[in-house]
């Protein structure tokens, strides 16, 4: 394993690429329930926004077949162009590679479906002619069973793709709760989107901390905890 895949992924050092989290395709998901899915993924979205990291977002056969990006995606960045394409493979669009390039950054963290279709040949062939590193987002891509999702992740990993989970590169990214600028957004995620860890947030500001419910911001609570 290279030297460079093993750096932590930072603000700095990565970009972010959506493909096709459009209905059609997110109705053919079958390794994963569709509703975690979106959330997992608007997540990713939300937190990359709050880092500042280049955002791609590509869809397929939009008005044919695939229908619109999620809603919810598109309001996290309402300003990203959609690279629209015909081939199930991203990186065969001219679009995406000068977007990619244009970044100038060689991690690329993706999410998208279905992970053993578009996901697998973007991320194969951005590390074949390219030279990138892929780190997928395996909770945040899906696939039309758990056999078809699980073994593209193994042949992936294999060729030497990173997997990754949601939840760690958005905790990655923050790395030390003493990041003030970061602090109370990343919490504003974690709260909305992260579960059981969420309700964990909430409980410990509402019941071990006793702040008032509802009418004290949690960040008033954490903070002093954080900056121990």
């Known amino acids: 394993m290279s030297h460079s895949n093993l750096e932590l992924l930072t603000a700095q050092n990565c970009q972010i690429i959506f493909i096709d989290h459009q209905p059609q395709m997110a109705f053919g998901v079958q390794s994963i ?17 709050v880092f500042d990291i280049p955002c791609i977002i590509t869809t397929v056969e939009t008005e044919s077949f695939s229908g619109h990006t999620y809603p919810e995606l598109l309001d996290v960045f309402p300003q990203a162009p959609l690279l629209e394409r015909t081939s199930m493979n991203s990186w065969d669009d001219q679009k995406v590679r000068d977007a990619l390039a244009n970044n100038k950054r060689k991690k690329v963290i993706v999410s998208g479906l279905w992970t053993e279709v578009c996901n697998n040949s ?12 892929i780190y997928m987002v395996a909770d945040a891509s899906g696939g039309t069973s758990k056999e078809a999702h699980d073994y593209a992740m193994q042949r992936m990993i294999q060729a030497g793709v990173i997997p990754v989970t949601w939840q760690q590169v958005l905790l990655e990214w923050q790395r030390d709760w003493a990041k003030r600028d970061t602090y109370n957004a990343v919490m504003d995620i974690v709260r909305e989107h992260s579960g059981a860890y969420g309700m964990g947030v909430d409980y410990a500001y509402t019941m071990v901390h006793k702040a008032a419910e509802r009418t004290t911001s949690p960040h008033e609570v954490l903070a002093p905890i954080a900056a121990k």
């Open 122 to 133: 973007f991320a194969l062939s951005a590390m074949l002619e390219g030279g990138y590193e």
């Open 33 to 49: 329930d569709r509703q975690v899915l979106k959330n997992n993924t608007v997540g990713l979205a939300k937190a990359a926004k």
